[in-house]
């Protein structure tokens, strides 16, 4: 489990906090999405899970690991796997393969072992027609999904994700959040930063930040439902949202869960079915 407690962190020379008493729990195999306006802490906190950063003020936990210990850093590094916004910053091998093959290659193991960690990370992720080509050849999507294989290849119980959709085409987004999708089946713990809506609600929980503080903590949809959610995690309401917001003020009886396209579509449909059932009662058959 991951236990962050009364978490306040301050880079060095700046006077103001960017996190300010943090306090939750992820657990194994949880997915978990950080969202929050520009600048309101959520790459900093993510930055914590792996021990990259060391808090000012409070207690982090890996599985029981302390991150102030730098011993524990290494283990820490391997149980919470971090893949960045930019993939390229972690991509180092001259082929596909060999980027996957590089982590492991540094814990020292067996080629049999590694061979067996390489094939299972590429599979994960849907790479492995891929594995001989060089990964500048890749598209962004797929530079996505090779950086969340290098971290799978050192088996981790947790991957922390800074924006793993972004500037990603539609296919691309979906192949990401897909394989997300089946990493948490698999008992991975999913944590990463979004602003993208499916993202947001396929999660189980979302922290929502807003000057370092966590404003909320709870299921997605819950928390999109309160008046001025969307403009306090930095999100644009969607278009849909405005339309069932204003068809809802017109007397329109459609759910406040509803908050996507497709949900829309079968709501609207629901409604209308029911109007002409209910008139064909009323009136006989046609």
Known sequence: ???????TFAYEGEPRSVLKGATFAVAPGEHVVLSGPN??????????????????TGEISIDGLNTRD???APEIRRRVGMVFQNPDRQIVG??????????????????????????????????D?????????????????LAIAGVLAMEPRYL??????????????????????????????????????????????????DGGVIRHDGPPRAILKEPGAWSGLGLETPPV????????????????????????????????AGRDAGGRTEGGPP
């Open 241 to 272: 949202a405005r339309l069932l917001e204003r068809l809802r003020q017109d007397g329109v009886d459609l759910p406040a869960d509803v908050l996507t396209v497709e949900e829309a579509a079968r709501a609207l449909q629901g409604l209308l």
């Open 1 to 7: 489990m991951i236990q962050f407690q009364s978490v």
């Open 160 to 209: 922390a994700l800074d924006e793993p959709t972004a500037y990603l085409d539609p296919v691309g987004r979906r192949r990401v959040l897909d394989v997300l999708d089946r990493l948490q089946r698999e008992g991975i713990a999913i944590v990463h930063v979004t602003h993208d809506l499916d993202a947001l609600l396929n999660a189980d929980r979302l922290l929502s930040l």
């Open 94 to 127: 001259m082929t596909v393969e060999e980027d996957v093959a590089f982590g492991p290659g540094n814990l020292g193991l067996p080629a049999a072992d590694i061979r067996r960690r390489v094939d299972a990370a590429l599979a994960a992720v849907d790479l």
């Open 70 to 72: 730098r011993r524990h």
């Open 129 to 145: 027609a891929l594995r001989q080509r060089s990964p500048q050849a890749l598209s962004g999507g797929e530079k996505r999904l």
């Open 39 to 56: 600048g309101c802490g959520k790459t900093t906190l993510l930055k914590h899970l792996n021990a990259l950063l060391i808090p000012t």
